[in-house]
């Protein structure tokens, strides 16, 4: 079995930044993930990306991509389903095999939340969704609501508006914690209803979803519900070798992106070396990770 010097899983923003830095340190390095370019290829526009406002997710990661493609790192396809310490090194194994290295880098991301609410797995495609660039068009001249607070719920809220006739936007606490910029823009929008200080309780329909019932007594007719009510780290791959995870839930990284697992590394939205969870952020702990 071929040893690299280091294995990335994840191949999104944080696994593509380090990959380009680890190849600049001249490390043999393979980069393991489903799809290159990860959460990018799904985000309609950013905003907040130095140098270049405005640029869609999907020509943001044909650019990380283009760029890590100059370098020698491999790239292999895959799911990881396993990570074991041998020894001295790691071995990595996937559907479609096993590979080894004396290092590895834990980019792996964060999964949504669910509510877990009575009809959401029911609906689960078929008027409830996690992706709403991937779902949005389908509801044109529709009425959707958007479930959550942050800047994804702003985000997507904006994002659907271009299509629904109404979105209604539905957080549980007294104010959104989005940008104020976001903030400012939905507030400006005739489109966009936001409710404040409800939870939904249940999502209903027949074959689709036909409503949602809220905590304070709503009944509101509508055809889709998309959940933007925050990320869970994916960390279930490191229980086996050790890794020490914070109160939180996220890998526990020092300020060189080390866990407490020797060879073992972490950057981006799956580590807690940020609060903030964005691209510049991951690309950022990914190139720290790699030195």
């Known amino acids: 079995m071929y040893m690299e010097d280091l294995l990335i899983i994840g191949s999104g923003p944080a696994g593509l930044g380090a990959a380009l ?16 370019g990860g959460i990018c290829n799904i985000v309609p526009r950013i905003d907040n990306w130095l140098g270049d406002p405005g640029i869609t997710g999907p020509q943001m990661a044909k650019k990380f991509v283009d760029h890590v493609k100059l370098t020698k790192a ?3 396809q895959g799911e990881v389903a396993s990570i074991k310490k041998e020894g001295e090194h790691f071995v990595v194994t996937t559907e479609n095999g096993s ?39 389908l509801y044109k001249d529709l009425v959707v609501c958007v479930v959550g607070g ?14 629904a006739k109404k979105v209604y936007l539905i957080y549980r606490r007294k104010e959104l914690i989005a940008e104020p910029i976001l903030v400012e823009r939905l507030n400006a929008s005739k489109k966009i209803e936001i409710i404040y200080e409800t939870n939904l309780t249940e999502i209903y329909g027949d ?19 998309f ?21 939180k839930g996220f890998i526990e990284v020092d300020k060189n992106m080390a866990t407490n697992v020797k060879g073992v590394f972490s950057a981006g939205d799956v580590c807690n070396a940020s609060s903030l969870k964005q691209f510049i952020t991951a690309v950022a702990t990914g190139s720290i990770a790699a030195q």
């Not at 830095?21 to 290159?36: D, P, V």
């Not at 509510?115 to 495609?125: A, F, H, T, V």
């Not at 009510?229 to 914070?246: C, H, R, S």
């Open 21 to 36: 830095y680890a190849t600049r340190f001249s490390l043999k390095t393979s980069i393991i993930g489903i799809e290159l």
């Open 74 to 76: 491999s790239f292999i």
């Open 99 to 137: 590979y080894e290295g004396l290092m590895i880098l834990l980019a792996n991301g964060m999964k949504h939340r669910e509510l877990k609410i009575p009809g959401e797995k029911e609906y689960s495609g078929n008027g409830v969704h996690y992706c709403f660039t991937c779902d949005g068009p």
């Open 150 to 163: 942050g800047c994804s719920a702003a985000i997507a809220a904006l994002f659907l508006q271009d299509y």
């Open 207 to 225: 074959k689709n979803v036909k409503g949602i019932k809220t905590d304070n007594g709503r009944d509101i007719s509508l055809d889709g519900v």
């Open 227 to 247: 959940i933007e009510a925050g990320n869970i780290p994916l960390t279930a791959l490191v229980k086996d070798i050790g890794v020490k995870l914070d109160e």
